[in-house]
């Protein structure tokens, strides 16, 4: 029998190995025939080796190697040899050589792929790309990214462990408690008409580990959320979920930048600045109009009510009488830009809901073109001094509800920054978002929710008016965003039984609910639970952003399509009625 097992990979050998006699197993990646000497790119994953197998090493030999087609599977044996001069290839790491066959072996015979293995520049649909998964990663750059992720996972573990971090798996068959999307659920055959969820987060996993003593935990945790799917979000997922006792916030954000600092060196090689920048929710939102802005590049919002108060637009005024706001932000250099370009963002901005975006550029001392005319010189004045409108630029104005005004206006800076190239490569800028509010309303519902969760403490100076104002309280949770992507999110955990009950009754929760929902996590707080806080880092978006991409689907093995299917295996399936009678479930039409 051939022996297969490599002396060497394909991405190997050298000038200094010249002489050796060596195997290499691999997939055929091009065959060229040239004046009858049979060429061969053998490759795996650590690179490309070239083969030569001329007519006079044997017929036998030369019989198999003409045959050779792309994606077999061959091993062959032969003599390391210099390339004949001028014929090295610097952009192979084994251009210097090849291969001198004097054995070789058939391993395995592939069909035609349906697309090209060897054409890196090749354009493949994704869903193809997807439904064979297994030769995608042959082509190169999704098995880098695998590469990357472990290398990435390998620098996580040193890291928490050198911080007195342990790992635990916590289970992945748990309650279904509300986290803020739908839970995956799992039907029992032991106890029929009950149903075990899949963790949204290990939340209170982590938590009753504090409970428990062990001070500080890790894990790269399985998640799984039932929710609509878009390019940086996937059905399964994973986060490095951290938690620590008797901590203060100030020292889980220097743990989690360290991390982060030492992700960056070791797995890309580039230094990120620490501390990182502090903003408050209320001027995320203000200023940018989001709570993950992007701060790669200027473009910040400012509000204009007070000056278009003053303006003979009856939009304006309208939008300020009505309760709603007026904002913007200048484009550096932006009055370049043509009246089709403007009116294409007004159809943007109308999509996501404003009624439109309207334009002023500065020319010398004055605002021209678009709703110029409706502001007085000294409105005008005030405009150019707010917005530091320079000769040249352009300010961009929206009026319409607030909420919807941010997002316009936020969508629209973003889109602007690229198309107009502000944003260098390799620039990180990391941010922690501070104060959320700890509830919202759901008008739907008539009721205030948790922004977070019900265990997020307050902010200590607010809990005067959690029972008075509750919309007004901010709480101890925080979000950590790089490049205008939620990377990290967390929060001090409520461990006073007094203070969580206040929360519980604000929520409109009754005994039942929460016994239903929570009793074995209220059970475990009441036996002495100590102050501790943490977080949870997406682990896919952080390698989504050290390789600069921004489709989660490229850093992950097995991804879902934005449909939440896996086209490789097509799943989800129907399942055999067998199987639905053991459960106890009946498929409703």
């Not at 501390?275 to 802005?293: A, M, Q, W």
Request: contains cysteine; aromatic residues 8%; negative net charge.
């Amino acid at each position: 029998m051939f022996d297969f097992r490599r002396s060497h990979d394909c991405g190997a050998l050298k000038k200094e190995d010249i002489g050796q006699s060596v195997t290499l197993s691999g997939w055929v990646h091009r065959r060229r025939d040239h004046g009858g000497v049979i060429f061969i790119d053998l490759r795996d994953r650590f690179g490309l080796t070239q083969l030569v197998i001329d007519p006079h090493t044997g017929e036998k030999l030369y019989a198999m190697a003409n045959q050779l087609r792309q994606e077999w599977v061959i091993s062959v044996k032969g003599k390391v040899i210099a390339r004949q001069e001028g014929m090295s290839n610097p952009k192979m790491k084994t251009g210097d050589i090849e291969i001198d066959v004097n054995d070789l072996d058939i391993l395995s015979k592939s069909k035609v792929p349906p697309f090209t293995i060897a054409d890196e520049n090749l354009n493949v649909n994704d869903e193809l790309r997807l439904k064979y998964r297994y030769l995608d990663m042959r082509r190169g750059p999704i098995l880098d990214n695998l590469i990357l992720r472990h290398k990435t996972m390998m620098c996580v573990r040193k890291f928490m462990d050198n911080n007195q971090f342990v790992e635990v798996t916590t289970p992945l068959l748990g309650k279904s408690t509300p986290e803020g999307s739908r839970d995956y659920l799992v039907p029992s055959r032991i106890h029929p008409g009950h149903f075990y969820a899949l963790p949204q987060s290990p939340q209170l996993f982590k938590q009753i580990l504090m409970v428990g003593g062990l001070d500080r935990y890790f894990q790269i945790a399985p998640c799984l959320r039932d929710e609509d799917l878009r390019a940086d979000r996937q059905p399964e997922f994973s986060q490095i979920d951290m938690e620590m006792s008797f901590a203060t916030k100030e020292e889980l954000f220097k743990l989690v930048e360290g991390l982060m600092h030492s992700i960056f060196k070791e797995c890309r090689g580039l230094e990120i600045q620490t501390p990182f920048r502090h903003i408050t929710h209320h001027d995320c939102l203000e200023n940018y109009g989001t709570d993950k802005p992007d701060l790669r590049f200027g473009m910040s919002l400012k509000t204009i009510d007070d000056i278009a108060k003053h303006s003979t637009g009856t939009l304006f005024i309208e939008a300020i009488e009505s309760g709603n706001t007026v904002k913007g932000f200048c484009v550096k250099g932006g009055a370049d830009l043509s009246r089709k370009t403007l009116e294409d963002y007004v159809a943007f901005v109308n999509l996501l809901g404003v009624k439109g975006v309207a334009w002023m550029k500065r020319q010398g001392n004055e605002l021209t073109t678009g709703v110029a005319k409706f502001f007085p010189v000294e409105q005008q004045a005030q405009l150019i001094e707010r917005f530091d409108m320079q000769e040249g630029d352009l300010l961009l104005i929206v009026a319409d509800e607030k909420s919807l005004t941010n997002k316009a206006l936020d969508h629209l800076r973003r889109r602007i920054a690229k198309e107009r190239n502000l944003i260098k490569p390799d620039h990180f800028e990391f941010l922690w978002v501070t104060e959320f509010p700890l509830f919202n309303w759901n008008a739907e519902e008539q009721r205030i929710e948790s922004e977070h969760h019900p265990f997020t403490s307050p902010l200590f100076e607010d809990i005067h008016l959690l029972k008075t104002d509750p919309l007004k309280v901010r709480s101890l949770s925080y979000d950590l965003v790089l490049n205008g992507y939620e990377l990290a999110s967390g929060s001090q955990r409520i461990h006073n039984g007094d203070l969580q009950q206040t929360i519980f009754e604000q929520l409109k929760l009754t005994a039942d609910e929460i016994n239903q929902r929570f009793g074995f996590f209220i059970e475990a707080l009441s036996y002495g639970t100590p102050p501790h806080l943490g977080a949870a880092l997406g682990f896919d978006r952080i390698i989504m952003l050290l390789i600069g991409t921004d489709n989660i689907r490229e850093v992950i093995a097995f991804p879902k399509t934005q449909k939440a299917t896996d086209l490789m295996m097509e799943a989800p399936s129907d399942i055999p009625e067998k199987q639905l009678k053991e459960l106890k479930l009946r498929i409703l039409s």
